[in-house]
């Protein structure tokens, strides 16, 4: 993990999104976190309240192109979640979704999933 690496001290978040859950108060969240020391990129959501069970995805896609790759995945209810690091030198898509929604924002949702642009 990030923290565990020395990753964390010059990181920030490139990119979030929310979550709409209309059963809890407080909002599920994601973000995509970039570290220039480690040049690594890497997900981290949060679930601060039970709810159904939300899924949290990190693709991935070579850097001059390619088919893009499932790098880490998470299913959870409650709680917090951090993929592992991938490489910064690829393209970087951080995506979650809840309520049987499709997470790649293929059809609209109602705020129930959503991604982060390509990066």
Known sequence: MA???GCTADAFVI???TLNDPDVSAQPHGDLW?????????ADFNVPE???LISAQLWTQPEY???NQLAASSN???GNWTSSMVDWQQSVKFCGSHKGTDPDMDLPSGGYNACTAWR
């Open 3 to 5: 923290a565990a690496q």
């Open 15 to 17: 990119v979030g999104f």
């Open 34 to 42: 970039y570290s220039p020391t480690c040049r690594a990129m890497w």
């Open 50 to 52: 039970a709810s159904t």
């Open 65 to 67: 192109g390619g088919m």
């Open 76 to 78: 959870l209810s409650e």
